[in-house]
């Protein structure tokens, strides 16, 4: 029997295959870097407030995704403690703000976007189960450099569901990474946040153009309306 999600521009999966066994729900990111004020995005001046905002439907989504017994995957963004991964033009790039700070270098959360310091955790609220894959990555997608594509490829994963931060970072680079690699993929409009909200918006515009030349886009209340669960009131997070 087919089962698809409402999502525009076409009924996600194309093909009516979605299920446990099919897809995987993937939270990108959601680390205290970026969506804790004394984090990466937050000691570099960037606004966060729209990082916090989705944390409710992404809690809401994890448990029920749980429940049903999809399989869940976390990623996170950081570097080696000796910065073998970080190049020198990333390493440039990342300071090039208002406060002359970047990767690798001290704040309030042991050094920047540096795995194994308190910044580079998932929030607590959304922390992993033991059965729950992390995959840790050096730069924006989660494909590149890591074995995400091979954990996908044994459990049989072909349809990915995509949220958390940023929309037009690593989402999208997970995203056009995702499709080249022939996964169907949905990024989840309502739980997914950007730094500035038109980046936001082109991303998730630019996903549904053509056709869907990415993907598709839908929300949090489609996806849960599909599995039959009504969506719970989903208050911003303080």
């Known amino acids: 029997m087919e089962r698809s999600i409402e999502a525009s521009p076409?009924?996600?999966?194309?093909?009516?295959?979605?299920?446990?066994?099919?897809?995987?729900?993937?939270?990108?990111?959601?680390?205290?870097?970026?969506?804790?004020?004394?984090g990466y995005m937050g000691y570099q001046g960037y606004d966060i407030s729209a990082s916090r905002e989705i944390i409710p439907r992404l809690q809401n989504l994890l448990a029920v995704f749980r429940e049903k017994g999809f399989t869940i995957y976390h990623t996170r963004e950081g570097h080696r403690p000796d910065l073998s991964t970080l190049s020198s033009r990333e390493a440039a790039r990342s300071r090039n703000n208002a406060s002359g700070l970047g990767i690798g270098d001290p704040g309030p959360l042991g050094r920047l976007l540096v795995r194994g310091e308190a910044g580079h955790d998932i929030i607590p609220e959304?922390?992993?189960?033991?059965?729950e894959n992390i995959i840790d990555k050096?730069?924006?997608?989660?494909?590149?450099?890591?074995?995400?594509?091979?954990l996908l490829s044994i459990k049989g994963i072909k349809n990915l569901i995509l949220c958390g931060v940023t929309?037009?970072?690593?989402?999208?680079?997970?995203?056009?990474?995702?499709?080249?690699?022939?996964?169907?993929?949905?990024?989840?409009?309502?739980?997914?946040?950007?730094?500035?909200?038109?980046?936001?918006?082109?991303?998730?515009e630019m996903v549904k153009s053509e056709g869907?030349?990415?993907?598709?886009?839908?929300?949090?209340?489609?996806?849960?309306?599909?599995?039959?669960?009504?969506?719970?009131?989903?208050?911003?997070?303080?």
């Open 212 to 238: 869907g030349i990415f993907g598709a886009v839908t929300s949090t209340e489609k996806i849960l309306a599909a599995l039959g669960v009504k969506a719970a009131n989903t208050n911003a997070t303080n």
């Open 138 to 150: 050096p730069g924006r997608s989660a494909f590149q450099h890591t074995d995400f594509k091979l």
């Open 167 to 204: 929309t037009d970072v690593c989402v999208a680079s997970t995203m056009r990474d995702a499709n080249d690699n022939n996964f169907d993929c949905v990024v989840v409009e309502d739980a997914t946040a950007a730094a500035e909200p038109e980046l936001h918006k082109g991303a998730i």
């Open 126 to 131: 959304l922390t992993p189960l033991e059965n």
């Open 10 to 38: 076409y009924n996600w999966p194309h093909d009516g295959s979605f299920g446990p066994e099919s897809t995987a729900l993937v939270i990108i990111d959601m680390q205290k870097d970026f969506c804790s004020p004394e």
